[in-house]
């Protein structure tokens, strides 16, 4: 059965009337995959020697581990913006003899081989494979590698219950701002303490389990939520909710352009891409990882 579900995918893709007419955008995304892979690839085999060139006497291990969580939440934020979930056409299934629970199961084993959860294992692979060849313990290496694959999963399932929340994308945001704020303003050093966390995951390989327990549980999780919502009727079900206007008034002193500058307002407001640019202004926060670093400070 999951075999004929790929088959199905793969029509799907190929037959549609938008493959042909956005291929070039497909090959602009396939280089800027290719740039992500060769980008983590050459952190992930380099990186281990470059934090131990510039910070001699500290553990790269530890040192990857006490910003583990920036790149939690950053994962998360970054997946909230640009990863789709997965969707399939499951109208047609819904009237054949197969189980809802086949489909339900495929749609979510088909989000784990997402572009997004392989990408950070271009990273995580070499990274552990070097910390091998420099001596670290193997079991050690293995478990707090596992971690990391479980915490990628993890997010993407995570994904699912939080995307197109804003309450949720405020709150990582928050949590972003608060733990670079008692950081740099040395009132508590979070990121280092979450790092002793997965220290201690290294140090402890059968701590791996809690990690599995959690993936297991944001897996069924979901696998509840969409096996609830698999039916025809869930498809048809119109949702009615109270239409929030914004106030444009502003707009009145304008004169006769403010109904047509109005209607592009609105449209730009309602618009699913427009609503994707404000992520944009993420990365104007992108310079202080380097202006707030005390080696770019040095003049030249």
């Not at 934020?77 to 086949?102: A, D, G, H």
């Not at 079900?237 to 004169?255: Q, Y």
């Amino acid at each position: 059965m999951i075999s004929h579900f790929l088959k199905l995918e793969w029509k799907q893709f190929f037959r549609s009337s938008y493959w042909q007419k956005g291929i070039a955008i497909k090959i602009l995304m396939a280089f800027l995959a290719l740039y992500f892979i060769v980008a983590f690839l050459a952190v992930g085999v380099g990186g281990y020697f470059i934090l131990k060139k510039q910070f001699p006497e500290q553990d790269p291990l530890q040192i990857v581990n006490s910003y583990l969580l920036y790149a939690v939440l950053g994962d998360l934020i970054f997946r909230y913006f640009m990863q789709k979930l997965p969707v399939m056409n499951i109208k047609p299934l819904l009237t054949l003899p197969i189980k809802k629970s086949k489909i339900v199961h495929f749609i979510l084993v088909k989000s784990s081989c997402s572009f997004f959860n392989i990408m950070s294992l271009f990273f995580y692979i070499p990274f552990a494979i070097i910390l091998i060849k420099e001596g670290y313990d193997i079991a050690g290496v293995l478990g707090w590698l596992f971690a990391m694959i479980l915490l990628v999963q993890s997010s993407n399932f995570l994904n699912f219950l939080i995307n197109k929340n804003s309450v949720a994308l405020g709150v990582l945001v928050a949590l972003v701002a608060l733990g670079y704020a008692v950081q740099y303003f040395q009132v508590f050093n979070l990121p280092g303490f979450i790092g002793t966390g997965f220290d201690f995951v290294y140090e402890n390989p059968i701590t791996v389990l809690l990690f599995t327990a959690v993936l297991g549980s944001l897996y069924i999780v979901n696998y509840n939520q969409l096996r609830n919502e698999v039916y025809l009727d869930a498809l048809i079900s119109e949702k009615t909710e109270e239409v929030v206007a914004s106030d444009l008034s502003f707009t009145e002193r304008l004169g006769d352009l403010a109904p047509f500058i109005k209607n592009d307002l609105r449209l730009m407001w309602r618009n699913k891409r427009t609503k994707s640019l404000f992520g944009c202004w993420l990365g104007l926060l992108y310079g202080l990882i380097f202006y707030t670093n005390p080696t770019y400070a040095k003049k030249i």
